[in-house]
């Protein structure tokens, strides 16, 4: 059964919720006081990230890992759900920014009221971001969250969209060219897309129970344990090191139900030593049924 890391996932939200709120605050304050566009994006980006931390918290209290009468296979899909929601975010996010540049474009560029104290300010953000993202990015890893790391990728989406707004108003404060200012919007908007495209990638597999351990792997671990003479439709689904669901047929060599049971433990310890946690549903079959193809195929492959 995987351990449940809920509380531990939880205290890093609650960091990650109230850094974003905070920086938030100072990009919306520094962004209505020199009417910035890009700074203005930013503050929203950064809100997102505060949404996307709470939309966490949220999902992470229902994501528990152990199975009950209603959810026999756990709850863990919950952080994927969670996940996908933040990748809404950041797409919603990107559309947002390129629209209002559009439209500032379309209404004419005015004079922005921005000097270096801004400039200071954001920076000092930017430090802030690059510490939120590390450190929920050690904490997914360390905890193997989905929920998080997703956190983290938007969290690191952050850092980009500040580098960028940086560079425009650094233009906009040194060369005195506005048109800066709205620039960054076509850069911003790619590295939401970006982000939102490596979230979706990394969750929808699990959503859609794609394969998670290769068939040929499975096969040789359970062909290595004494006993087996044959293993076939072989199946996983899951997320590799956090759990893994395997269905497999199988042949033994054993004459009584005792042995045969002893044999498919045995299967199921060496899998999960090779692959960690695992839940197997063995079904033993008489020797005649033995083939050698030893997973499905279908129309992708």
């Known amino acids: 059964m995987a351990r449940d890391t809920r509380q531990e996932v939880k205290r890093v939200l609650l960091v990650a919720l109230a850094v974003n709120v905070a920086m938030s605050l100072v990009k919306l304050v520094v962004g209505l006081a020199s009417g910035s566009l890009a700074v203005l994006a930013d503050a929203m980006h950064s809100a997102t990230d505060g949404l996307s931390s709470l939309l966490g918290l949220v999902t992470n209290g229902l994501s528990d890992p152990e199975p009950d009468r209603d959810h026999p296979y756990g709850h863990d899909k919950y952080e994927a759900v969670g996940a996908l929601a933040i990748a809404g975010f950041i797409l919603l996010t990107a559309f947002e920014i390129l629209r209002t540049a559009v439209m500032r474009l379309s209404t004419g560029l005015k004079p922005l009221r921005l000097d270096s104290q801004e400039?200071?300010?954001?920076?000092?953000?930017?430090?802030?971001?690059?510490l939120l993202a590390?450190?929920?990015l050690r904490a997914g890893r360390r905890l193997n969250s989905q929920l998080l790391l997703a956190d983290a990728r938007h969290t690191t989406s952050d850092i980009w969209t500040t580098v960028m707004v940086l560079l425009g108003l650094a233009g906009v404060v040194w060369l005195g060219q506005t048109w800066f200012?709205?620039?960054v919007a076509i850069p911003l908007c790619l590295l939401l897309l970006r982000a939102c495209w490596q979230v979706v990638r990394a969750n929808l597999p699990w959503l859609v129970d794609q394969i998670a351990i290769a068939p040929e792997a499975i096969h040789a671990v359970a062909m290595g344990v004494p006993g087996v003479l044959n293993v076939h439709d072989i199946a996983s689904r899951g997320v590799l090191g956090q759990r893994v669901f395997i269905e497999l047929h199988m042949v033994?060599?054993?004459d009584d139900l005792t042995s045969a049971h002893a044999i498919t433990e045995a299967v199921e310890e060496h899998l999960a030593e090779r692959f960690g946690p695992v839940r197997c549903t063995i079904h033993l079959e008489p020797?005649?049924?033995a083939m050698a193809a030893i997973t499905f195929q279908g129309a992708h492959g």
């Open 287 to 289: 020797r005649d049924y």
């Open 134 to 136: 590390g450190y929920e």
């Open 181 to 183: 200012d709205v620039a």
């Open 119 to 130: 400039l200071v300010l954001l920076l000092l953000v930017l430090g802030c971001n690059l």
């Open 252 to 254: 033994v060599d054993a």
